[in-house]
Every structure is written in structure tokens, then in C-alpha cells.
């Protein structure tokens, strides 16, 4: 027997049963994302390595570990983008996106990191992300805050908090990277390898560190919110006003530095006790010296990711709800005869009756059988097309849900009496006919 080709680890497939719930939240995130004026953005998955390189920083887990890369046909490395920002970046600096302008984007795809997989951790992983270029003022800090509570409350999802910190400046952080060093290094010993090349390379990314031992040493180090410049408080303190007049509520996290480097000035993350210890479901930050890092004109920027599959499974846990998308009718072809002419005239209610779903039972079973397929597709009504009711131009149709008896419609009106059946159990205007024919 030939042997089965075995999916990738961490990579998933999405089958119908769930894909409605990607749906949902796509078309939530869209429909928010509209309401704020934010474009939608779409840009490659593969990019030059020394992109993600450059942009996320190299004493990063994602550059240090996680990224996949191949080698171009002229022997260049190219790498599987693990995050959104860096390619938005570099595309708006390759189309002159950014000379004086101000844009607000969204894009939405896979991501891939080459992590350990387990529950809401993978290694083909899926981002919704916003980004807004040429905004300073925190005001921009706090509308992306609000867009991501927003889309909380239209998805039906609670049981997430949102923790705040500011980077402040590179040069404040910069003088607090060495604050920290000092500290890290007269507990050298107690450090993991990872935290010893970062006390060399970034001792700041060792807050990040996920290694439980090191938890105390970590809670323990000097603040960063004590090295704070002046300029990048005040910022702060404009955005907690922005979020504390909305009603929003945080908490503000001195550890929070968030796992890429290019971030400044705001960091935040919303977290859930609801996933385990997968909690961050959306996180972001201002990241003003990204644009000039990746050779552009200096831009202020600020973003966020949210992790779709952990986003999905809190939706799954917390009582949203994903309607799926049953045939509305379904068609019923017994013998050779009709089995020809039903695919035409599923095409002709179509036609007539836009968005009305139509299953047609192909293949030409045994009457029996279709019947059953026809009680288990969960649709509303059964239209039965037999050699007698073809010979007599007519249809049966037949109620499935909501009562009622089998009748005969004429083929010619059948469009619309489907359409007035199928609204009267699902409820107005799911299969509206088109008035225009
Ligand atoms: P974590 O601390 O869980 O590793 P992160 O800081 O690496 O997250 P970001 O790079 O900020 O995450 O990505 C934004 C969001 O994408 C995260 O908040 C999370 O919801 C999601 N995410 C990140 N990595 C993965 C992954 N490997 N699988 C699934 N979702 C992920
Ligand atoms: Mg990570």
C-alpha cells in the first residue's frame, strides 16, 4: 500500500466545522477595522531574512530560534515571515507610503515560527494586525486600544485584561539597558545560556525570558519605569487619560517589554486566564525608530498582533457563537431524467434568488437515501424532482423544519415560492428574492 504523507508538526488544518468560527471573527475584525478607517494591507509571506533580521532584533527568540528560512535561487536567505510589521514596513517604504502621509492598515494572515507546538502554540500560526503610521500623539496609542476592546465586545468575549507599559526613548532605554546589565551581571551565575548571550548582546531581553527560575531575579531588577525620560511619561500619562476617560481598564506592568526590539515608548498586551499558559491574545506597541532602522524616512508608527487561533479558542470556551452556513434547500433528483435537468434548475433559483444556499443531491442514489442526506444537510426545504413531477412541469416541495405539508409548484414559479419558504422559518430576508428579475 503507498504510504500516507503525514501533515507537518505544528502546522493545522482547518476543517469546515471550524473554519466557520475563522470566518466569524474575520468578518467581525473586518467590519471593526472599517469602522475606524483602517485599509486593509497585503504583503508576501516570504521577504529577505535580513529583514526580520534587522527589524526584530537578533537577541530575539524569533531571530535567534524560531524563524524558517530557504535559501533564493541565487543563494540569498529568504525566511517564512513570522510576524506582520516588519514586511508592512518595508512595503511602505518600497511604494512611498510614507512621504508626508498617514495611514491606517490592517492585514490579515499566517505567520510561521518554529516553536515547540503545543496548545495555542504553533508553527503555522494566524495574525490579525494593525498598524498606523505618521501619528505621534498618544491618541493614536489609544484608539488602537479601543478598536482591540471593541472587537472583545462584538466577538462576545471576556475574561481578557490589558496590560500597559512604556519603553520610553531609545536613549532613556539605553541608559536603563545598562542599569540592567549591571544588575544581571552581579547574578551572572544564576542566569540560563539564553540570558547570558542577552546579557552581552540586549540584557533587557532577559525580562522576556519565559524559564520559571529565573522569575525572581526578573522581579526583582531595577524598574524600568524609574528611567523613564520626560517626554515618553508624558506620553504615557496622555494615553491612561485617553483609556481611563473611555473606561477601559489595565494594569500597568513594569516587566512587560514585549519580544521584538524595535518597540518604544508604549508596549501592551491583552492577556487571558482562560487559555493556559498560552495567555497573550493581542499585543503591540509603538515602534517610532523602525522606520528609519529599515532605511525610510523617520515615521512614527504603532501596532498590534492578536493570535487568531488562541483568539478562536477563547471564543470557542466563552460562548460566542459562529452560525454555520447550511444549504437553505435541498434538492432531491430521482431518476436519470431529473438528474439532468436538476442541475439546471438549481442554477435557474439561483439565479433568481441570490444567496439563497442550494445542495443538489449528485450521483443519482436511490430516492431513499437522498432523503436522508436531505434531513441531515439542515435544510429548510426539500425540493423532489421525479420522472412524474418533470412530465408535468412541476416541482414537490417538501417542508423539512417548521411544519407544514408537501405541495406541487410549478417549475416556473418555484424561485420565488422557495425563497417565501425558506423566510418564513429562517426569518426575513436570509433568501430575498431579486426584485430585479
Ligand atoms: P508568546 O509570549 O505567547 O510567545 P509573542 O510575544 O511571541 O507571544 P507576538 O510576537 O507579540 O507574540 O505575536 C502576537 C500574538 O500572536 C500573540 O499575542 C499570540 O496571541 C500570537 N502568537 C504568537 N506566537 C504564536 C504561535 N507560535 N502560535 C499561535 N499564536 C501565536
Ligand atoms: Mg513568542
Known amino acids: 500500500m503507498t504510504e500516507i504523507i503525514e501533515p507537518l508538526r505544528g502546522m493545522n488544518d482547518v476543517l469546515p466545522e471550524e473554519a466557520r468560527w475563522w470566518q466569524r471573527l ?22 529577505r531574512t535580513q529583514l526580520f533580521k534587522r527589524a526584530i532584533g537578533e537577541y530575539t527568540d524569533i531571530v535567534e530560534k524560531e524563524m524558517f528560512t530557504l535559501e533564493d535561487r541565487d543563494g540569498g536567505s529568504l ?28 492585514t ?36 488602537l486600544i479601543l478598536m482591540s476592546a471593541r472587537l472583545w465586545r462584538e466577538l462576545g468575549i471576556g475574561r481578557v485584561r490589558l496590560e500597559l507599559n512604556s519603553l520610553g526613548t531609545a536613549e532613556s532605554r539605553a541608559a536603563y539597558r545598562e542599569v540592567l546589565r549591571g544588575y544581571f551581571q552581579a547574578h551572572e551565575r544564576a542566569l540560563d545560556d539564553d540570558s547570558r548571550r542577552r546579557l552581552v548582546g540586549n540584557p533587557l531581553r532577559i525580562l522576556d525570558s519565559k524559564n520559571p527560575a ?20 508624558e506620553h504615557f500619562d496622555g494615553l491612561r487619560a485617553r483609556l481611563d476617560a473611555a473606561g477601559i481598564a ?15 515608548r508604549t508596549v501592551f498586551e491583552w492577556v487571558t486566564d482562560a487559555l493556559g499558559s498560552q495567555n497573550a491574545v493581542c499585543s503591540g506597541g509603538r515602534y517610532d525608530g523602525l522606520v528609519t532602522q529599515l ?17 478562536v479558542m477563547l471564543m470557542q470556551e466563552l460562548g460566542a457563537t459562529a452560525p454555520a452556513e447550511l444549504p437553505q434547500v ?48 439542515g435544510a429548510t426545504v426539500a425540493v423532489v424532482l ?5 412530465a408535468r412541469g412541476v416541482a414537490a416541495v417538501k417542508p423539512l423544519r417548521g411544519g407544514g405539508t408537501q405541495q406541487d409548484c410549478p417549475l416556473d414559479g418555484l424561485a420565488a415560492h422557495l425563497a417565501r419558504a425558506v423566510a418564513a422559518v429562517d426569518g426575513e430576508g436570509t433568501a430575498r428574492q431579486d426584485p430585479g428579475r
Not at 91 to 102: F, K, V
Not at 295 to 311: D, K, Q
Not at 386 to 390: A, H, Q, R
Open 330 to 377: 435541498y434538492f432531491v433528483l430521482a431518476g436519470a431524467g431529473a438528474a439532468a435537468r436538476g442541475l439546471e434548475i438549481a442554477e435557474r433559483v439561483r439565479d433568481a434568488v441570490p444567496g439563497l444556499r442550494i445542495e443538489t443531491d449528485l450521483g443519482g442514489s436511490g430516492f431513499k437515501a437522498q432523503f436522508k442526506r436531505a434531513d441531515k444537510s
Open 79 to 106: 525566511a517564512l515571515r513570522p510576524e506582520g510589521t516588519a514586511g508592512i514596513v518595508r512595503a511602505a517604504i518600497s511604494n512611498g507610503l510614507l512621504h508626508n502621509q498617514r495611514h491606517r492598515l490592517f
Open 108 to 143: 490579515i494572515g499566517p505567520m510561521f515560527r518554529g516553536e515547540r507546538p503545543q496548545k495555542g502554540r504553533y508553527r503555522q500560526f494566524h495574525q490579525l494586525d494593525a498598524e498606523a503610521f505618521g501619528y505621534e500623539g498618544p491618541d493614536i496609542d489609544a484608539e
Open 295 to 311: 532605511g525610510g524616512t523617520p515615521t512614527p508608527a504603532i501596532g498590534w498582533a492578536l493570535g487568531m487561533e488562541r483568539v
Open 250 to 264: 489595565y494594569t500597568v506592568n513594569p516587566r512587560l517589554v514585549r519580544g521584538l526590539d524595535y518597540y518604544s
Open 386 to 390: 421525479g420522472e412524474d413531477e418533470l
Open 214 to 233: 529565573l522569575a525572581g531575579l526578573i522581579a526583582a531588577a531595577p524598574s524600568l519605569a524609574d528611567h523613564l525620560d520626560g517626554p515618553s511619561r
Open 26 to 47: 474575520e468578518s467581525v475584525a473586518r467590519a471593526v477595522f472599517a469602522q475606524y478607517a483602517y485599509r486593509e494591507i497585503r504583503v508576501p509571506l516570504l521577504e
